[in-house]
């Protein structure tokens, strides 16, 4: 509403002044003015029997016709780009990253884009291998856009959710959300897939490894594990 105020405030004060000005000018009152804008042959009929700028009045009531015509138009566009805009860019995106995922193959889908399924999908992406992420959460959706990954809004649990990332074209999927149980019903649910991809697991605890992998994860990751025997080797090098 905001943005149209600009537009209809020139409106406004186009009909004032266009109003005020035929009043001047065919010493009329403001009334009769303003019908005069409605309609201009009634400009006419006035001056048939009234003297004075005739041509100076229907002159300025076309310009003013004119400014009237250009505003309204300015308000009917700010309405619906405002209106509409939004959701139609929105919809053209969907379905041109749609048709970009449906011509890829042999790429890697990452559910989750956190800190671990961020870091993974853009050393991929540095590796020159396609990332297609799956991401419920809008703030993290527009990092994955800004990043520049290939993306699916929605809930990797849900087999067409899946299916819209290309599950079955896909060589690996990295479930990566931070929420062990989760990634492991993401692995079951992606090894219905005709053709599933290799699935890496990401899990909390050492507790939910053996639980993944009878899920149908090839690969399993405990990131504080891993990050606590990276860790200790750094620690056990030699002071230099």
Not at 45 to 73: I, N, S, W
Not at 145 to 154: A, K
Not at 169 to 185: G, Y
Request: aromatic content about 4%.
């Amino acid at each position: 509403m905001r943005r149209t105020l600009a537009p209809i405030g020139v409106f406004v004060a186009t009909v004032i002044v266009g109003v005020i000005g035929l009043s001047m000018l065919g010493n009329v009152g403001f009334v009769e003015a303003t019908f005069w804008l409605v309609d201009l042959t009634s400009i006419d009929l006035h001056f048939e029997d009234h003297t004075g700028p005739e041509r100076a009045a229907k002159a300025y009531a076309v310009l003013v016709t004119v400014g009237l015509v250009l505003t309204g138009v300015w308000i009917g566009e700010t309405v619906v780009t405002e209106a509409f805009g939004g959701r139609i860019r929105t919809e053209l995106s969907r379905v041109t990253m749609h048709r970009r995922i449906e011509n890829t193959d042999d790429h890697v889908i990452v559910c989750g884009y956190g800190m671990f399924g961020r870091t993974i999908a853009n050393r991929l992406a540095e590796a020159d291998r396609t990332v297609v992420v799956i991401e419920i959460d809008e703030n993290h959706a527009e990092r994955v856009r800004e990043d520049g990954h290939l993306l699916v809004r929605g809930d990797a649990r849900r087999e067409q959710v899946l299916q819209a990332a290309g599950v079955e074209r896909a060589t690996k999927l990295v479930a990566a959300i931070d929420d062990s149980n989760v990634n492991i019903q993401i692995t079951i649910v992606s090894g219905t897939a005709t053709s599933s991809p290799d699935i890496l697991v990401r899990v909390g605890e050492e507790m939910y490894e053996s639980v993944a992998r009878e899920a149908g994860a090839d690969d399993v990751i405990i990131p504080e594990v891993v990050s606590g025997e990276r860790v200790t080797r750094l620690l056990e090098q030699p002071a230099n």
